[in-house]
């Protein structure tokens, strides 16, 4: 009975949540975008430094709830996630919740990657609509 | 504040201690030590042949939180123009040689006269004091036709 119970609290808590998050307004022509490095970019020695643009909205830290900002999440090698769900924390979805406007990637094998920038909530999940930048292509040469 | 208003009733009272004033008032809040603040565009010496233009502040291992956030390791923008840098122990100045990013802003539009100009970006804190030690970034002079 008490197992139920919580099964039910954590569920309500759960859809209260994702009904609240949904619904953060992206502000009006906020753009999220890549500074550098730019499409079709080839990298040397395996690091980089990723700088994250946004335009006409701020950056807040992960849980900071204050309107018209966001924090950046860096998608690698993947595509943008469902919109109505907090962005996964993986390595190919790098959350910057200290507010970070930079990304360091280090020690990456050569070949090709994508890059694309969302941004999140302070719950984690996009804007309505969903703030993110187009998806570049780098190149990392041998080393 | 009250720390430094006691900081600076003791340096007042001690004329010997007044060179260690300074240091010893500066901004409350800690800044990372390898924290690095920088102009990304425009350049040092830049000629840019338009009035209005983007600059974009960047910033490394620290982060940006919205004035008013009191949360370790961030701060907010602050763009000098045509100044040099304020006292570290106070607010920074809110004029339009001192313009401020509380909502967490990491580039603004800029319109400047034709001439000479210099940019610096200085961090300030939730109360827009700079941190100890300061976040600041070199100081670049640009053109502007």
New interface residues.
């Given amino acids: 009975m008490l197992r139920r119970l919580l099964l039910v609290a954590c569920a309500t808590t759960l859809g209260a949540v994702a009904a609240q998050a949904q619904n953060t307004p992206a502000p009006a022509n906020a753009q999220a975008y890549i ?1 550098w490095p730019p499409d079709g970019q080839v990298i040397n020695a395996g690091k980089l ?1 990723v ?5 006409n ?5 992960a849980g ?1 709830d ?1 309107a ?2 966001g924090h950046h999440h860096l998608l690698v090698n993947t595509e943008p996630p469902p919109l109505d769900e907090p962005i996964p924390n993986d390595k190919n979805h790098i959350h ?1 919740g ?5 990304a ?1 990637l280090i020690d990456l094998p050569p070949g090709e990657y994508t890059l694309q920038l969302m941004l999140g909530d302070k719950d984690h999940f996009p804007h309505t609509p969903p703030i993110m930048s187009d998806q570049i292509t780098i190149t990392v040469a041998p080393y | 504040m009250t720390k430094t208003a006691v900081a600076l009733l003791l340096a007042s009272l001690l004329p010997g201690s007044l060179l260690l004033g300074p240091a010893a008032i500066a901004g409350d809040t800690p800044a990372p030590a390898d924290a690095y603040l920088y102009i ?1 565009w425009p350049n040092d010496g830049e000629v840019i042949n338009a009035q209005r233009f983007r600059v ?5 291992h ?5 004035a008013g ?1 009191e ?1 370790v ?2 701060g907010h923008h602050h763009l000098l123009i045509d100044t040099d840098l304020p006292s570290d122990d106070q607010p920074i100045p809110n004029d339009r040689n001192h313009l401020h ?1 509380g ?5 603004a539009m800029v319109e400047l006269a034709p001439g000479t100009h210099t940019l610096q970006l200085v961090m300030g804190d939730h109360d827009h004091v700079p941190h100890n030690p300061p976040v600041v970034s070199p100081k670049i002079t640009i053109t502007v036709r």
């Fill in positions: 500074i430094w700088r994250m643009g946004l335009k909205t701020g950056v807040a830290p900071i204050m018209n900002t910057f200290g507010g970070q406007t930079e360091r | 990304g974009w502040f960047g910033l490394r620290m982060g940006v939180a919205p956030v949360k390791n961030t990013f909502g967490g802003q990491t580039e």
